[in-house]
């Protein structure tokens, strides 16, 4: 299993949000097991349905460089660039709110 160092948590996964925050997110993170990262997918539903994408722009876990290759990959309907850490949900969540009541009213 992988795990996020609780000392290294909060500049590698949440730099923008407090201190409190952080130590909570790392505290309750799950581990990640590494025959996820071996396991063979199935065919990805975004060569069946419209996506929309939101980029992190200060994503220290996924370079944003790569995070725009893969909205354009998939044909994002939308993309939106927000200043933020991999935790964007927890950072952004009225910005993230909106993207997905959007997608939703364009099904």
Excluded at 23 to 49: D, N, S, Y
């Amino acid at each position: 299993f992988l795990w996020l160092d609780r000392k290294l948590f909060k500049e590698s996964f949440c730099q923008d949000l407090g201190d409190d925050a952080a130590l909570i997110m790392a505290a309750a993170q799950k581990p990640t097991a590494v025959r996820c990262f071996e396991e063979t997918a199935g065919a990805p539903a975004w060569k069946q349905l419209p996506s929309w994408y939101q980029v992190s722009l200060e994503d220290h876990m996924i370079p944003p460089q790569t995070q725009q290759w893969m909205a354009q990959r998939i044909g994002a309907k939308k993309t939106v660039e927000l200043a933020s850490s991999h935790a964007s949900l927890a950072a952004y969540p009225h910005e993230l709110a909106a993207l997905i009541e959007e997608a939703v009213e364009q099904l």
